[in-house]
Structures are given as C-alpha cells and as structure tokens.
C-alpha cells in the first residue's frame, strides 16, 4: 500500500472515530445480561451478596486493527438483607405461612444498592477509560414485585493515539492540526444517567438512559461534537421447564438519535444451576453463540462467540467474548436471581 493511501485511511480512520465515538462509550456486550447495573443503574444491589463481574472482550477482523475491551465490576446492598437470612433457617419454622410472610415482607424487601465498573476499550487508535460509580434504592410495590430507582454517575477519558500516524502536511493539514489543538486528542467527561427497574423472581422490565448529562471536563469538545443519548429498555424471564430446565428469553432495545432504533434478542436454557447454553441475534445482523459454567453457585464462568452475517462477513469480523463472575458473602444460600 503506497504512503499516500495510508495517510488518507488513517485520517479518514480517525474521522470515523470522532464522529462515532459517543456510541462507543458503551460497548455492546453480547453477555450484557451478566453486568445489568452497567446498562441500568436500577438493578444496581438486586442480588443479596456482592456480586463481582470480570469481562474481556477480543475482536478480530482482516482490518488487523486492535479491538478488545476489558472491565471489572462490583456491586451489592448497604443494608443487609434480613429476609435472605431466614432461607438457611426455613427449616426451623415449622409453620411454612410463617415463612411466605417473612420472604414477603415489605419492610425487610427494602434496601439500598451501591457499586461501580471500571472499564477500558481499544479500538484501532481510539483508547478510552471510565470509572462507573452507581446507587439504587429497591422497594417493594407488591407481594412478589419489587421497584428500583438507580443513578449513575461517570467519568470518562478519551484519546486518539497519533503515534502511528503520518500525514504529509501536517502544518496545512486542517483537520490534523485541529486534532492536535484538541489537548492532543484527549477529552474528559462527567456523565450521569438514571434508569427504573420493575421486577420479581420471574421477570424484569427495565428503562434507562445514556448520555443523558454530558459535560466536558476538558479538552476543546472536538471529540464530544455529536454526543449522542439513548433510551433503552432491558426485559427477561425465568420460565421453568419442569424440575432441571429453565429458559430465559431476553430482548433489548436501544433508541439512539443519530443510530435509530437497535434491538437485541437471544434465549438461553439452563440446566439446574450448572450450565446453559443459547444463541442470540441483533438489529445489526450479529450471530452470537453463549455458553455458561457456574460451580457451587459462586463461581462462573461464562463464554460467547459472534459471527457477522451482514457485509462486514467479508472482512471475517468476529468477537471472542468472556466473563468470570464471583459471588461473595453469599452465607445464607440465596440464588441469583437472573443468571
């Protein structure tokens, strides 16, 4: 390839880049189920333990440009929550209506959620980090039927990398000398984003927001020029097969202003508590195969893979993605509650 078509394909590189740049500040994880408060701060406490998450994510494509993404994450209850203790003692109450009032009990279903993500993505010259920090009040509504309210709060670091870049003129280079101008491609932000959850031990219906409040901490906003916010929706079931099986539909949609509507359908089916397996499908025409493994109801591991089918096939654009999950103080036996 001559010098001078790689000097067009990393400037117009680097312009795609900037114009989408606020759609990738969340990445679309394909096992988006196992990290629900990262989309929606209202799940954010649900389960009765501390809930820790480890995800990477690898892409592979025959543009032989770096894409993977990486993150940790926490989150559990303030409060702890009496009503989980009385599951390892049920069998002392030898009145079972006793039992179905204390589970059911409205004050003791209250409780406050707090945790947070930390996360870091790689895309061609395109690095971004953000430290998520999220809280959620949970309180009953009903019998069975339980609603959050979350917020979440971020900030964001961005930056283009020019090291690998070479421009002929770089002094009459508008462009190039704009993202110079740019505190050398770097942009802070502070976000914040709300989001509701309505839910029980069978389904959720959840209602978000990104990019909602978007303000630049620093940098000259060239890389912020088309923030663009969302609304999404999360939902899913827990439908028992009989006694060992359990499937678990799930949709997601995503109202973007400069990307329209994107939706997100997969099912996955589990055996008791030890494996699962499902496939899914987007909007945007991406395959996904997923896999679970969990060990004594505190460790998992989880596993997908996605396969393009639309015009992005002809470059071989996979993605690799897989998560360890570990669940902590976790004394009484309580199961989770979406797997």
Known sequence: MSHKIKTILATALVYLLVCAQSHAQEVDYTQYYLNLPAANAGFTGMEDYLDVKMGFRQGWSDFNTKNNNFYIAAYGILN?????????????????????????????????????????????????????????????????????????????????????????????????????????????????????????????????????????????????????????????????????????PAVKIIHSRDYGLLWTASTRLRYKDIIYLGPGFNSEKKLSLMVGLSAGNRLSINYSYDQYLSDLKDFNATTHEVVMGIALFKKYGVTTKFW
């Open 80 to 248: 702890k929550a009496k009503r989980s203790s009385t599951i390892n003692n049920s069998l002392r109450i030898s009145n079972p209506t006793l039992y179905r009032e204390i589970q059911s009990d409205k004050k003791l279903r209250r409780k406050h959620g707090l945790g947070g993500m930390i996360a870091n993505r790689n895309f061609g010259p395109y690095q971004s980090l953000s430290i998520n920090a999220n809280y959620a009040y949970h309180l009953p509504v009903s019998k069975t039927l339980n609603l959050a309210f979350g917020t979440r709060v971020s900030y964001a670091n961005q930056k283009i990398n020019f090291g690998n870049f070479t421009v002929r003129d770089e002094v009459n280079d508008v462009f190039y000398q704009q993202l110079l101008r740019a505190n050398q491609g770097i942009q802070n932000l502070l976000l914040a984003d709300f989001g509701s959850v309505l839910y029980s031990s069978r389904f959720y219906f959840g209602i978000s927001t990104t990019g909602l409040i978007s303000k630049p901490v620093s940098g000259d906003n060239l890389l912020n020029e088309k923030t663009d916010s969302r609304i999404n929706l999360q939902t899913a079931a827990n439908l028992a097969l009989g006694n060992n099986f359990t499937l678990s």
